[in-house]
Every structure is written in structure tokens, then in C-alpha cells.
């Protein structure tokens, strides 16, 4: 009976976003970077948005994740695999608006000379340019629990498994309707020996379906390398979007692309340094460098695999700028109409004074002679 009582409390998953959307769901989906995310028979749930924060210092990682959903679903869990055991505790929601201010474009003006859009006799336009684990024995179950915790809406099971199909059967037992693909999908971790943090969310009674911004999940982990589990986005239905801001120790870049379009680097700069939640989030000494990347996968399937992010060649820096152009201005009059007006009346001037010399050069005609008539006889 604890047992049951243990698998009814868990519906797994937390994670990279598997578009489960059923019939008239046109939301798009977004790549979730902590798993499968899963629902009951007849509901839907889309992520409309979905945000990553990881810090990595050679030894440890953390992944905070933050998700924007909504739907008629009333109840939802994800399952992420992770190298090593995991521990799990709520996130700092203020984190991302940290990250968002940090990371945000620049604005300045860029003067020109003629006119474009925006100005008279044109209509108004603004240019956004880039400046520059151990491993479960043999004889123990397909499916172990080796913790479980009660955070916020969350409860969290950190589980093993040996056998990717238990693993899809224990969901299934437990209400959810899975992807048949989902099990070949985790072999790889199952052949790696990861284990998973399996999430369900569980809203108080009378809350109604999941919307809005749900409360984010940091987990922390052991890990050698920076790896962002992808893997399972291969079963989504739609195009994935992933945002993912990396810290660490120098300017990072995934080592490829995984089967989607040319990674974005949206940020690149030092931590900031004062009392915010993202220089808590990066802590002291081995993670100084931010670096913010977005990429698309329009095809999810064609994912190869989980990103894994290197050193990039440099530190160099890199932000956004959006220029607002201006018309150049004398006296309050564009400049161009300025010198357009005055070169015209140079011009006229000019020619009014070929003119007039001209007229002076030409010679005067002498007066006729005077005819004396012949005197009378």
C-alpha cells in the first residue's frame, strides 16, 4: 500500500517541453531542457514560454527553470534525467528579471544626414543591429525511489531505473497517457546510468487548470562536463524555442547545434557584482562570465542528442544595441534642407553675377554720325 501511495504522489517530470498538445492546441511549444512533460487523457497544456538559468564551475551544475503554461489540464509533471543524483529545492523567481535587465539591449541614437523612414517626407522605423550517480544493483527494482520532497505546488521523487519501458509503464499506471516513443528515447540514459528528478505539479484544491508562471526549480548535481539534457525534444510535435542563460567561468557556446538552426548569442559580459539574485546565483570566484543563447529547432526530431557547452576562443564581450536614427538638425531645420536650400541660392547667386558681369563686357555701339546737310544756294 505505500507503495501505491508513493506512485499515486508522483507523476514525473520536469522539463525540455514535448509538445503533448491534443487536437485544436495551436500554442507554440518550447524546448524544456529538464525532460518529458506529460498530462492527462484529455486535456491540453502548452508552454507558452520557457526560461533557463545554469551555473557551472568544473564540478557542479545547477539548472533553474522557470515555465509559463496554460491550458485545462488541471495537473502536470515532468522527468528529467540528470548525470548525477540530483537535490532539488525551489529557485529565486527574481533570478530571471535579474537576467533580463542584465542582459537587455542597449539604446542609442545614430545621427544621419538625409532623410529615411521617420522623417519628413517618410514614415517613422527603428533598426535593432548587434554590436559588434551510482548506478542501481542488479537485484533492485526497475523503478527506485531514493528521495522524495514537498516544495511549494511541487512534489519532487528523485528516481533510478534500469529499465526505460518500467519507467513508461509507471507513468502510464499512474494516469498519464505517454508518447509510445518515449521509452526509446530514454535508453541512452538508462545505458549512461542517469537518474531522474520526476516533478508533479499539484495545485491546491479549487485552483482550476495550470496558467501563468509557475514557481521555478533549481536542481544540483555533480558533473564533470556542462550538459543540458535536450535529448527527449525529440518527440515534440512543433517547432522548439530554447533561451538559455549559462554561467560559468568564461564565455561558453554549445559544441554544436544538436540538430537545430546556428545558436544566438543574445549576451556575453562580466557578472555584475552587487546584492542581486544573479550574483548570488553565480557566487564567488569561479563563475564571473554570463552568456545568454536562443536557438530554434523546427524540426525537433532531427535532435541529436543534449547540448553540451565548451569554452568558447575568447571572453570578448557582446551586446545587443537598438539605434534610434536621427535626422541631423541646424537650428531646428534638418540639415540636408539647410544645405540643399543654401547650395541653391549659392547657385542662383552665382549666376546672377555671370549675369550681370556679362552685361558689363558688352560692347557699347558708337552713335551714328551726325549727317550735315548741304548748305541752300
Known sequence: MRGRGVGRR????????????????????YACGCGAMVHGTGTRLAVRQETSAVRWDGRSEQIVMSLTVDGNAPKAAWIMPVPHRATVTLGDRALFSDLERATAPVHRNRDHFWPQDGDWPFTHHKRAVGDGAGAP??????????????LGPFDVARLTATDPDALRDWLAANGFQLPPALSAELRPYVAQKWEYVAVRLAPAAGDGPLTGTLDPLKLTFASERLVYPMRLSRLAKTAQS???????GHRMEPESNIGGSAPSVLYAGRVPRDAGPLTRFAGEGDTPYLTALSQSFWQPSWITGDHELVRAADDSPFQRVIYTDRLMRVWGVPAWLVTVGGALVAVATAALLLIRRSLRRRPVAPPPPVVVPPPLT
Open 10 to 29: 508522483m507523476w514525473l517530470v520536469m522539463g525540455v517541453l514535448l509538445a503533448t498538445q491534443l487536437g485544436s492546441l495551436v500554442s507554440p511549444a
Open 137 to 150: 544493483s542488479a537485484a533492485a527494482p526497475s523503478v527506485g525511489v531514493v528521495g522524495r520532497e514537498r
Open 242 to 248: 530554447l533561451r538559455l542563460y549559462v554561467v560559468s
